[in-house]
Every structure is written in C-alpha cells, then in structure tokens.
C-alpha cells in the first residue's frame, strides 16, 4: 500500500507540473529557463513512477 500512496504523490506531482507548464507556456513572454526547470522535474517524475513496480503493471 505504500507504493500505491507514492505512486499518487507523483502523479499529483505531475500534474501540477504540467499545470505550471502550461501556465507559463501562455504567458506573453515566457521564462524559457523555468520552462526548462519545470519541464526536468516532470521528467525526473515520470522517471521516477517508470522505475515503480506498481506504475508497470
């Protein structure tokens, strides 16, 4: 169960990301380089679920 409960802190985690992203995307003049940032740690998140043992099943 605790594996299940991480698993959807990540995927919480996510979405506010992409949230975040896309929020910054539909400025006028978006912060490329938080862009960059914001796009890494969603990377490093989804990474991070891949390697989970409930995330494959």
Do not use: N, W
């Not at 959807?8 to 506010?16: D, N, Q, V």
């Not at 992203?21 to 490093?44: C, G, N, V, Y």
């Amino acid at each position: 169960m605790a594996l299940a409960s991480h698993l959807e802190s990540l995927k919480a985690k996510h979405s506010e990301l992409e949230i975040r992203i896309a929020d910054e995307e539909r400025r006028p003049h978006p912060d490329e380089t938080f862009l960059s940032d914001l796009k890494k740690q969603k990377l490093r998140l989804k990474d991070a679920m891949a390697a989970m043992p409930v995330y494959r099943t």
